[in-house]
């Protein structure tokens, strides 16, 4: 493979299992710049990024921004509070006024989903969706899966076991897809005030059991814990969630030897997971970090290389 | 000829459908000073008389939409009376009951008379108000039922939004009773559909967008039915989605409870799955649900647990559309595409008699909102619809007639439509000019 298929990364759901290793590839052969002492090289200098946040975001639109000025393109970011959106402009009208400047790509992040799926159908740029309400977040489940496959030097037949709000998280419908894609067997677990209707049909099967979902996992990942949900609580306390849910040293003598610990971050301490876990050697929650930069000049590198050869 | 009276009219060589006798022959029917003059094989009309052969095409009673959203008083960049009037007259409907989330709502005299008065201006197809059940639709006071009957309103309904309080439903239902007046259930549970824009299942898991579970609809279903058997009042369930839905009404008809039922054609023809890369031309409320529920409806429609067909026709201007998934309004337009669904669903899949779709669209809404209608007896006033059942054509946008044109069908080929609608012996559809002079 020498190029994407898709002009857009608009989700997991979007992208085969070969896209997939191909952009993993990159990501790997890419990493090495960001531990080099001058970490810039100039592959896409004159190309023009624009981050476009509709949501708050501390680590995926710095992650972003970072990946593209390792790669020398120009970054132009745009949150919510400084967008036309507040004046009562259109999403369709903000992205074609950015269109009529000429960037390469539009990163967005935005409350809805779909939102970056209907921005492909109005303006030409690349679009990268940096997750879109409760649907996607491809970026990030591309960094989980390098992470891990970085661990253990394959995905394929490792048991992946994610906790949490599987209703509401578009990291979780994103892992879902993309471990199963890649021939892990995927396990959720969670409040079923928080597990979707036939989530199953993702690909991964889900546990009301805390102890039966980890016990032969290779991989637990806990998500970020909101209590409230359009103003309702989905959960009686956090204090119980922490008891049923939550990740505290307990956990280690359940889990496997080899059994590492994920998150996408920011964590709650002492919700879904305690202090102690979070920075056991078991963890590899920082190098995902790392690696989200390096998948996301991968990605910038793909969808640009392609445009230049058509 | 659209738009001219014509004093008199022969179709001849026609299929003659009529629910209302049970029959389905052919013959020729006369229509003369407005009205059915006779109906048989062989008819002679006087000298002057504008002859039509219809070739076997099908000759029903004028089609009956009772719901649709004409917008007018508020919203008229989305549909005017005239606009939605004329979209439902090619769509055969000689008759359609218009709901009252208007802008400010049906709920008096003077926008009921308003809206009687535009229609009347229009001339395309009679139009019945359907007034709000509470003041501004807000669930809490009744309306002047009394008052607005005799402006002209068929009956009473909150569409839009469901009437909340079961208590307030109960009271209108009794109030309903004094004039024999018909109350209409938008059916929905808003504290198990709020926020939801889809149906909840697998499709919106998928999606990650919020559903609207079937008990939002089948819980709000059971309530009136109960209520309605508590009052005994007359009470009708509007666009049922659900197989849940379905099943309630059966029982509470099998227990002689006095409650009818429509669907709209969208529910026995698409299923979530229309919904697929947020397409929001398939957003609406109640939401396109499954396969199983889908089959439900149809047999629903065939056993008669539910009575009529009714398009829900909400017309939307693009803006409303063409935007974020979750924002985006609900509702799709009907009047042009509910026949042609018809025949191709029930008709050709699923094996319905022509006159059992003209039960479903004529004959039933018309006992239902107790109007004239229905009907090819001779005497009757003559609302006409001439079907060509082969007859393909493309569903574009240039085609509609409607102010709006957010159709998920838009592009796709269909066979059969109206071809020739005629209200009280006035043509106000001729699709291929049957009718033109010379």
Not at chain 2, 216 to 244: N, P, Q, Y
Request: aromatic share 4%; charged share 25%.
């Amino acid at each position: 493979m020498t190029k994407l298929k898709s002009r857009h990364i608009l989700g997991i759901s979007h992208l085969d299992r070969e896209e997939i290793s191909f952009i993993l590839n990159t990501a790997e052969s890419l990493k090495e710049i960001l531990e080099r002492p001058i970490k810039k090289v100039p592959p896409l200098r004159g190309k023009t990024i624009v981050n476009l946040f509709f949501e708050p975001s501390t680590r995926t639109k710095l992650s972003f921004e970072l990946a593209a000025k390792r790669l020398s393109a120009d970054t132009v970011g745009i949150s919510a509070s400084t967008s036309s959106v507040v004046k009562g402009e259109t999403l369709i009208d903000t992205a074609r006024n950015i269109e009529a400047m000429r960037p390469d790509i539009i990163v967005m992040r935005h409350s809805l989903s779909g939102a970056p799926h209907l921005l492909t159908r109005y303006i030409d740029s690349a679009v990268i969706n940096a997750g879109d309400g409760t649907n996607e977040h491809p970026s990030q489940a591309l960094l989980d899966l390098m992470s891990v496959k970085e661990h253990f030097g394959r995905i394929e037949g490792l048991n992946i076991t994610i906790i949490g709000d599987i209703a509401h998280s578009r990291v979780a419908h994103s892992d879902i897809l993309a471990f199963s894609k890649m021939g892990a067997k995927v396990t959720v677990c969670g409040p079923a005030t928080m597990m979707p209707p036939g989530i199953e049909t993702l690909g991964c099967r889900a546990l009301y059991d805390l102890r039966q979902a980890v016990r032969d996992a290779d991989v637990v990942m806990a998500l970020r814990i909101q209590k409230e949900r359009q103003g309702m609580a989905l959960f009686p306390s956090e204090r119980e969630y922490a008891r049923v849910f939550g990740l505290d040293v307990g956990i280690f003598s359940v889990i496997k030897e080899s059994c590492v610990i994920m998150h996408p971050g920011p964590i709650n301490r002492g919700v879904e997971m305690s202090p102690e876990v979070a920075d056991s050697s078991r963890a590899i929650i920082l190098d995902q970090v790392t690696n989200g930069v390096a998948v996301r000049m991968a990605l910038f590198t793909l969808l640009l290389t392609d445009s230049r050869e058509e | 000829m659209t738009g001219t009276v014509m004093e008199a009219i022969l179709l001849k060589n026609g299929r003659i459908i009529d629910p209302s006798s049970d029959i389905d022959l052919a013959g020729d029917l006369l229509i003369e000073d407005r009205r059915i003059a006779d109906i048989g094989p062989g008819l002679k009309g006087p000298e002057h008389a504008q002859l039509v052969d219809l070739n076997n095409k099908w000759v029903v009673p004028g089609l009956i939409d009772m719901h649709v959203h004409l917008r007018e008083p508020g919203q008229e960049y989305k549909e005017t009376i005239e606009t939605g009037t004329r979209a439902a007259a090619a769509g055969g409907f000689t008759k359609v009951a218009c709901m009252p989330n208007t802008s400010p709502p049906n709920d008096n005299e003077g926008i009921t008379r308003f809206i009687l008065d535009k229609a009347r201006e229009a001339g395309n197809c009679q139009v019945l108000p359907v007034a709000a059940v509470s003041t501004g639709q807000k669930g809490r006071g009744l309306t002047e039922f009394f008052d607005l009957l005799n402006a002209g309103a068929v009956a009473f309904s909150d569409d839009g939004v469901p009437v909340r309080k079961a208590s307030v439903m109960r009271l209108a239902l009794e109030y309903a009773l004094n004039f024999d007046a018909l109350i209409i259930s938008h059916a929905e549970e808003p504290d198990l559909s709020a926020q939801g824009c889809m149906n909840e299942g697998i499709t919106s898991t998928r999606l990650g967008l919020r559903g609207i579970p079937n008990a939002a609809e089948d819980v709000a279903v059971f309530r009136d039915c109960c209520l309605a058997e508590l009052t005994g009042a007359r009470l009708h369930i509007a666009h049922v989605s659900t197989k849940g839905a379905v099943e309630i009404i059966r029982r509470a008809k099998e227990k002689g409870v006095k409650v009818t039922a429509e669907t709209a054609p969208h529910y026995f023809s698409l299923t979530e799955e229309a919904v697929e890369d947020y397409n929001t031309l398939a957003k609406m409320n109640p939401p396109l649900r499954t396969e199983e529920d889908r089959r439900a409806i149809i047999e629903g429609l065939r056993d008669g647990t539910i009575d009529a067909i009714a398009t829900d026709h909400a017309p939307h201007e693009s803006l409303s559309k063409e935007c974020e998934f979750a924002l985006a309004a609900n509702g799709i337009i009907g009047l042009e595409t509910a026949l042609p669904l018809a025949l191709k669903v029930l008709l050709r899949e699923e094996g319905f008699s022509p006159l059992e779709i003209a039960r479903l669209m004529s004959q039933n809404p018309a006992s239902i909102l107790k109007v004239e209608g229905g009907s090819l007896e001779k005497g009757k006033r003559a609302d006409v619809t001439v079907i060509d059942s082969e007859l393909p054509f493309t569903l574009d946008r240039d085609s509609l007639f409607s102010k709006s044109f957010n159709s998920p069908f838009l592009g796709q080929s269909f066979r059969g439509r109206a071809i020739l609608t005629i209200m009280e012996g006035k043509v106000t559809f001729d699709l291929l000019g049957l009718l033109r002079e010379g």
